[in-house]
């Protein structure tokens, strides 16, 4: 944090003159200065006073004459004739003032939340203007609210006093609210500002409304100049006039704006602005890309402007009549249909069913190629290959899109959610787009939308997969996706009220799957755990595989007509023809995890196997019980899954770890090091990145309101402390403080390998096994034979299917395919695993009956290979569990041996298990004798409870302290003459003793409670 003197370098330029104004109880005080050095100790006297409220000083640079009137030095009680810093006494204006206040009663501290929400709303304001183009800004903290300095270099005229004050008004009216609002009075040129390094003393100080020092919080590197073109556009953003009108029908009403955006559902805040209203609106309906910037305006004639301020969303241009366009549904009509007929809402529907012709040769052709693949070959390699055709590599993100689809069909599944992450430019967007491509065009979701808007889509069906490209999620989206993945076999309800207040019900329809991509994920762990974690692949291999495809592509032919390739039409076809069916695991119980900390990733892998074993549905037997459609997984599809699994656990995803690409590679090279101990000039010589990047993976960043852990919080093995570091020899000897990290292998190999899935060894024979699932179906199929019951309404669905393909490809009817790669093991997780899961076609073989089939694959199956099974049974040693990690001994706590952390980090604390830690084992003596020991970590209670039992331990001679002369000091002298452990808050002014309270109570001075009385 900066000190006083550090503040005024930052803000007055070398040799100019400046003036320090306090305000006191007793009255002005003030100065001008020249001089910093003298400056800052005149200040440190007068922040002393509890008597001074608030102590200030002039941004912009005045008139040196002026430093006459009270050269470095401060006059208390100005009185009347004691000029101050006028408009007219600034040379120019140097600093663009973002002042954000938090709403509070007047004359007293704000509290830690409205504090808080001032932060924030800076925090908006700042990404706001970036996107704008403007340089970075200093952020800092006025001591109750937030503060933005932007450097500019206008001259003081009434063109640029215009010019900022307008600006600031548009800034107001886009981001000011109920609980904070921007100083639109910080436009003159003679404003003085909280000198940073000083306490602001609103009120009393209460514990509740607390006094804090003001401090710069964050600045540039460098600092540079927003130019007056930036100011002016800002300035201009919001029309000043009504727009031109546009000619009304004589039969149409005047729309009154605030209604309309009710019925709509499109959520706002109303202010008054120049002769009309303002409507700010909570997201903008334009792009997904962000949540604010929307507005809208209804001026007293009644002439309506709509927009959005961000570049990429039109930058404040009329826009009006596309947002009537996408809420009012104006669409153009079929071929042939006059409009006036289609806008008929009671004749849509009859004119595009008109418009529907019967099926034509070449639909029955691709139904029929469709029921083949599900029928002869795997559906899944289908998929892959056809989305290899438009996309170079990332077969891993493609498998996860379309398990997560194929989730769907799978009755007993709780939905599989993809969330891919990896470097900007790489190919996210292309992937997902492919992807979604192959899809039905009624369940792909693919434009970007408000919070609320899948509440009022009115064309979302059940079963849709809404993808979310390179969108911020914000808190109101990610409480969204967390209902409707809970509840992902039912319907998401959701109670609003409509505009006449009265209780209506919303819903999003069951079984939808979300696909995310973003650089950094999506951020909110709660979010992430729900979901299959991939990376795209952003090698330099995987670059040039994709540059020689775009020179090979510039260079050819086309090889197909426009519109969509016949093979797309076959994918959106078998996932039309897939039927939901209840995929019943017989082997469920013989699955075993090494680490289940997170729930979510066992309920991730056995759907895995509902989505493959409900894609091979056309090669499996059906039984109906209990009205559902029932399928028997196989090994075949727990090898499928587990390999899968076992890659998002390792090389292309972090299912386990959440970490990034990047992360994984910074991990990799911490392992290489081979080091105990190291810096980050270390990683920077091993990785080639810069220290800002390397610090931000190791500690994590905030971006946009969204915290991002480090690998600090991720990964258990990594810790820090700060220390000396020498370099050099005798003779030239440089010493600095840095950080440095320690690295546990230990720690780290049982994290890394703590993705193992395997099957546990059967060892029942068919006649010795319980009535479970496995017996079930086996009974029910022979049931099925001796009782020769009709098939379902579901398994003649599927059997006439298979019929028209045997009419149509004279195939043999129920042959059945099965895949040599799906039947070895999977053991553990490593980081060598394939990055594709590609099963060739084996031979066919002939299968029996239906019933004998479905008894097969629910009583066999696990062990119909010997050799599958011997190779199951092969796997006898998994990874330890989380009930064999070590347990450490209780130890005492030296307050003096730790050191606390910048930021909390997740636990457990290693003396009281709690959740949450914020303090850190220093490198003393006692740490460095515990080679094979990481530092220990523990939560702020149990320092607190440290610093107080060694603060009580220590016991005051009778007479030894001057307790009667002592007074209670504000300012911040150091720890304890005494204990040397808690803050000083008494003082002997004529000894120099300064004690805590703990040492003041023990020499008799009494309590805290005792002096107020």
């Not at 925090?123 to 109750?144: F, R, T, V």
Request: overall charge negative; hydrophobic content about 35%.
């Amino acid at each position: 944090m900066l000190g006083i003197r550090s503040a005024l370098d930052l803000l007055i330029e070398p040799g100019a003159v400046f003036e320090i104004r306090a305000i006191t109880d007793s009255g002005i005080s003030s100065g001008y200065y020249d001089n910093p050095e003298k400056a800052e100790a005149d200040v440190l006297i007068l922040d002393a006073d509890r008597t001074t409220t608030g102590i200030y000083v002039t941004l912009n640079p005045v008139n040196p004459d002026l430093l006459a009137r009270r050269a470095n030095r401060i006059k208390t009680r100005l009185s009347k004739k004691d000029a101050t810093t006028a408009d007219l006494d600034i040379v120019r204006r140097r600093w663009f003032p973002i002042d954000i206040d938090p709403v509070r009663p007047s004359g007293v501290s704000s509290s830690e939340e409205e504090h808080q929400n001032a932060l924030d709303k800076a925090e908006s304001i700042k990404a706001y203007l970036s996107e704008l183009g403007w340089s970075e800004p200093i952020s800092a903290d006025s001591g109750n609210g937030a503060h933005l300095l932007y450097l500019i270099d206008t001259p003081n005229d009434e063109q640029s006093r215009d010019l900022v004050k307008d600006a600031l008004n548009t800034l107001s009216v886009l981001f000011s609210d109920s609980k904070c609002v921007v100083d639109t009075a910080n436009f003159n040129a003679s404003r003085i500002w909280k000198l940073y390094g000083t306490t602001s003393r609103k009120g009393d100080n209460t514990p509740t409304r607390s006094h804090r020092r003001a401090a710069v919080t964050e600045t540039p590197p460098e600092i540079c100049a927003v130019t007056g073109e930036q100011i002016r556009s800002l300035a201009s953003l919001l029309p000043k006039d009504e727009p031109v009108k546009q000619t009304r029908k004589r039969t149409g009403q005047p729309i009154d704006l605030g209604t309309w955006l009710d019925s709509h559902g499109l959520g706002y805040e109303q202010k008054p602005y120049a002769d009309g209203t303002i409507f700010i609106l909570d997201e903008c309906p334009f792009s997904s890309a962000h949540k604010d910037g929307a507005f809208a305006i209804q001026f007293a004639s009644g002439g309506i402007f709509a927009g959005c301020h961000h570049n990429s969303c039109g930058s404040g241009s009329q826009r009006w009549q596309e947002l009537r366009e996408i809420y009012d549904g104006v669409k153009c009509p079929p071929p042939g249909t006059a409009r006036k007929d289609y806008n008929k809402k009671s004749d849509k529907k009859a004119i595009l069913e008109s418009a529907r012709a019967t099926p034509t040769d070449a639909e029955r052709h691709i139904k029929s190629e469709a029921l083949r693949i599900l029928s002869e070959e795997d559906p899944a390699r289908f998929f892959l290959d056809t989305f290899a055709e438009e996309h170079i590599g990332d077969q891993i993100v493609a498998q996860c899109f379309m398990m997560s689809f194929a989730s769907r069909s799978a009755v007993n599944s709780v939905g599989l959610h993809v969330s891919i992450s990896g470097e900007s430019g790489k190919g996210k967007s292309h992937a997902m787009s492919t992807m979604s491509a192959l899809l039905p065009p009624d369940l792909a979701s693919t434009n970007r939308m408000s919070d609320k808007a899948l509440f009022y889509k009115t064309d979302l069906k059940a079963g849709s997969a809404i993808c979310l490209d390179d969108q911020g999620l914000s808190e109101q989206m990610q409480e969204i996706l967390k209902g409707v993945t809970t509840s992902f076999q039912k319907e998401f309800r959701y109670d609003t009220v409509n505009k006449d207040r009265a209780g209506m019900t919303l819903i999003i329809p069951e079984r939808c799957v979300w696909w995310v991509a973003k650089v950094e994920g999506v951020g909110d762990d709660q979010v992430w755990n729900r979901m299959l974690s991939c990376w795209i692949d952003d090698s330099i291999e995987q670059d040039m595989r994709v540059m020689e495809n775009a020179l090979r592509n510039a260079s050819s032919m086309p090889q197909h007509a426009a519109g969509d390739r016949e093979r797309v039409l076959i994918c959106r076809e078998i996932w039309h023809l897939l039927k939901s069916v209840y995929v019943v695991i017989p082997f469920a119980e013989r699955i075993r995890f090494s680490d289940t900390r997170n729930r979510r990733n066992v309920d991730m892998f056995l759907d895995l196997i509902h989505a493959r074993a409900a894609m091979m549905q056309y090669q499996r037997s059906t039984i109906e019980q209990a009205g559902y459609l029932c399928v028997a997984a196989t090994v075949d599809d727990f090898q499928y899954a587990a390999e899968l699994y076992s890659i998002l656990t390792g090389e292309t995803g972090g299912q386990l770890t959440k970490m990034t690409r990047k992360e994984a590679e910074m991990v990799s090279h911490i392992v290489h090091l081979n080091q105990s101990e190291f810096l980050v000039t270390d990683l920077q010589k091993v990785s080639g990145l810069t220290n800002s990047v390397i610090n931000k993976m190791l500690q994590g960043y905030q971006s946009k309101g969204n915290i991002y852990s480090g690998l600090l919080e991720k990964c258990p093995a990594l810790s820090y402390c700060d220390k000396t570091h020498t370099t050099g020899d005798e003779i030239e000897k440089t010493s600095r403080r840095a950080r440095a990290y320690q690295w546990d292998m230990q720690a780290y190999r049982k994290w890394a390998g703590a993705g193992t899935v395997w099957l546990e060894e059967d060892t029942t024979h068919d006649h010795e096994r319980h009535s479970g699932n496995e017996r079930k179906l086996a009974e029910i199929s022979a049931t099925n034979q001796r009782e020769n019951m009709a098939p379902s309404t579901e398994s003649e669905a599927i059997e006439e299917d298979k019929n028209l393909v045997a009419e149509n490809r004279e195939i043999i009817r129920g042959e059945k395919l099965r895949s040599p790669d799906h039947t070895k093991p999977v053991t553990e997780i490593q980081n060598s695993a394939p990055r594709e899961i590609t099963p060739s076609k084996p031979p066919q073989k002939t299968r029996s009956s239906d019933s004998d089939i479905l008894q097969d694959a629910a009583c066999s199956a696990p062990n119909s290979d010997p050799s599958a099974r011997s190779q199951d049974s092969a796997i006898k040693d998994p990874p330890p569990s989380d009930a064999e990690v070590r347990k450490r001994e209780p130890f005492d706590v030296d307050p003096d041996d730790y050191k606390k952390l910048e930021v909390p980090l997740r636990g457990p604390c290693d003396r009281c298990n709690s959740r949450y830690v914020e303090y850190i084992e220093r490198l003393t003596p006692g740490r460095m004798a515990r080679k094979n020991e990481p530092s220990r970590r523990i939560c702020k209670k149990c320092f607190k409870a440290a610093k107080n039992r060694k603060a009580k331990s220590f016991r005051v001679l009778p007479g030894s302290l001057n307790v009667a002369g002592m007074r209670r000091i504000y300012v911040d002298v150091g720890r304890c003459s005494v204990c040397n452990t808690e803050k000083a808050v008494w003082k002997d002014p004529e000894n120099q003793i300064s004690v805590c309270e703990s040492c003041y109570a023990n020499a008799g001075g009494g309590s805290v409670r005792e002096e107020s009385a």
